[in-house]
């Protein structure tokens, strides 16, 4: 009996020597993933492909065929296949991957070096999460100013607190994760806690608008709502914990 898949499909793609089209490689993986033998006709001169693609009347490569059947590109076929076209509106997809590697950072080292789960597991998680998403920020300040001060009460009265946020997150994140100067970390932590808090409290729940949330930086699209007022408040409680401890 021939082990020959019965499905064949034909695959025209960019291979050059400084550039191989990675939607190509997507295609090509998608339809050997289908059980498709594919005939990997690879298209290696940018004269050749817009030959290609005046011969065959189309925009852009890869394109595919199935049975002689031309399907189209690689969001085509993935459309043929029945997966979901990839949408660019609104989700909580990045946030909620930061908030879940630092938890799990946080329950790592809590049972690499504390041999369990405590209170020490929520401190990492809170500093770990400000971290990250501070990072995200830093990544384009520019941008994330432009759509802080679009919401927070501080930020819209005085510019230079929009560009400073992200540091001042990071440094009390990096503090508050090894119990570091807490004098410094505590009233950061605080105060911009207390004002984020405020500014989406104010715009979602009094003024009821739907805008972007800049906690993810400026290339996310978060919705501000409750999970940028969690994070916040989220700030606060861990200051007056950290304050608490101190204190004790």
């Given at each position: 009996?021939s082990n ?5 499909a034909?695959?025209?793609r ?19 993933s289908?059980?498709f033998?594919?005939e ?5 001169s ?8 005046t ?5 852009t ?7 002689g059947?031309r399907i189209?590109?690689?969001?085509a ?6 997966i979901a076209?990839?949408?660019?509106g609104?989700?909580?997809r990045p946030?909620i ?11 790592s ?10 209170v020490?597991t929520i ?5 770990f999460?400000m ?7 830093l990544q384009d300040v ?6 802080f001060?679009?919401?927070d009460?501080?930020g819209k009265r005085?510019?230079p ?5 992200p540091?001042l ?15 410094l970390?505590?009233?950061i932590?605080?105060?911009i ?5 405020i500014?989406v ?5 009094i003024?009821k ?6 906690c993810?930086?400026?290339s ?13 408040l989220?700030m ?6 950290m304050l608490?401890?101190?204190m004790?």
């Open positions: 009996m020959k898949p019965a499905k064949t034909q695959l025209h960019m291979v050059m020597d400084h550039h191989t089209c990675p939607y190509g490689i997507k295609a090509k993986y998608l339809l050997e289908r059980g033998a594919v990997d006709h690879h298209l290696t940018r004269a050749e492909t817009d030959a290609f693609k011969e065959h009347d189309v925009q490569t890869p394109q595919i065929l199935i049975d059947k189209g590109g690689y969001d076929l993935r459309e043929h296949f029945g076209k990839k949408t660019n609104k989700s909580y946030v991957a930061v908030f879940a590697v630092a938890l799990a950072l946080s329950v080292l809590s049972l690499g070096l504390l041999g369990s789960v405590g020490r401190e990492w998680f809170v500093a999460s971290g990250m998403l501070a990072m995200l920020k520019e941008q994330f100013s432009s759509m001060v679009g919401y009460l501080l005085l510019v607190y929009a560009y400073a946020y540091y997150e990071a440094l009390a994140a990096v503090l508050m994760a090894g119990r570091v100067l807490p004098w970390s505590i009233p932590a605080f105060i806690g207390s004002i984020g808090a500014s409290f104010y715009a979602v729940y003024q608008r739907d805008i972007k949330c800049a993810v930086g400026g996310g699209d978060v919705p501000l709502g409750f999970i940028s007022l969690s994070e916040n989220a606060v409680g861990m200051a007056f914990w608490i401890s101190l004790g």
